[in-house]
């Protein structure tokens, strides 16, 4: 099987502007979990989605949105770019069952290789 | 708050086991202990996981110790390519929709 997917791997934008990330889970997983990873903060939840619906979310601001589309592809997008924005951001796709917590399903996450974003 | 205590660094000579161990004294009955690698500025790879027996892929084994307050992963015979950060981190069964909470991880040098 593929692995997860990020596009673009790179991207250099100016301060004010706003960024779409693009995510392809692996073939058959429904959820899609985004991370931004700084030398300062480490690694963040930003939030999850499953089956098109976001059903958890990390400490963000509202700057901070995602989506998630039929076939599980997922997207996030940064508005009003700041030079802390600058870092990498990481999808992870788990092939999650609906029950939630407490369900027997260990969700197992699995990372793709992240899109390296430079604020100027 | 971080569930887990792990040292900082390790070092480990090529071709040796090594062995991370981690803290989560607080660790719930249905909690899964997982364990992630980070090559430098690469995504998270998936190693292993295990809720109270003892586990082995073909990456690396898991000990987790009969009353489940601590484990060690361990790589049979590291390599160069072992070099990265090591995430231990628990996680309920089924929480699909939580973020995993990473620490800061032990910083394994694999020496040669």
Redesign the interface.
């Known amino acids: 099987k593929a692995g ?1 997917t990020q596009t673009p791997r790179y991207l250099i934008k100016t301060r004010g502007q706003q960024v779409t990330l693009s995510c392809s889970p692996i073939s058959g997983h429904r ?1 899609v ?1 985004w ?1 931004q990873q700084t030398p300062g903060q ?5 939030f ?1 989605y ?1 089956s098109e619906t976001q ?2 979310k ?1 400490n963000f601001p509202g700057r901070f949105s995602g989506r998630q589309f039929s076939n599980s592809r997922s997207e996030m997008n940064v508005s009003t770019l700041e030079l802390g924005d600058s870092a ?1 951001y ?1 999808c ?1 796709s ?1 092939f ?2 609906a ?16 899109t ?1 974003l430079t604020v100027l | 708050d971080a569930k887990t205590t792990q040292p900082p660094s390790m070092d480990c000579a090529e071709g040796r086991a090594a062995n991370l161990p981690c803290n989560h004294s607080t660790i719930s009955g249905n909690e899964y202990v997982y364990w992630y690698r980070q090559i430098h500025s690469q995504g998270p790879q998936y190693i292993i996981h295990g809720l109270k027996n003892n586990e082995t892929n073909e990456m690396a084994s898991l000990i987790i110790t009969e009353d489940r307050k601590s484990s060690t992963l361990i790589l049979p015979h590291a390599t160069l390519r072992d070099t990265a950060v090591y995430y231990c981190i628990v996680r309920v069964a089924g929480g699909g929709a939580d973020g995993l909470t990473f620490g800061k991880g032990t910083h394994l040098i694999i020496q040669p």
């Open positions: 997860v959820s979990s991370y480490g690694l963040q939840f930003l999850e499953f059903r958890n990390g990498l990481l992870a788990s999650t069952l029950g939630g917590a407490g369900s027997t399903s260990t969700d197992t996450q699995y990372f793709g290789p992240g390296r």
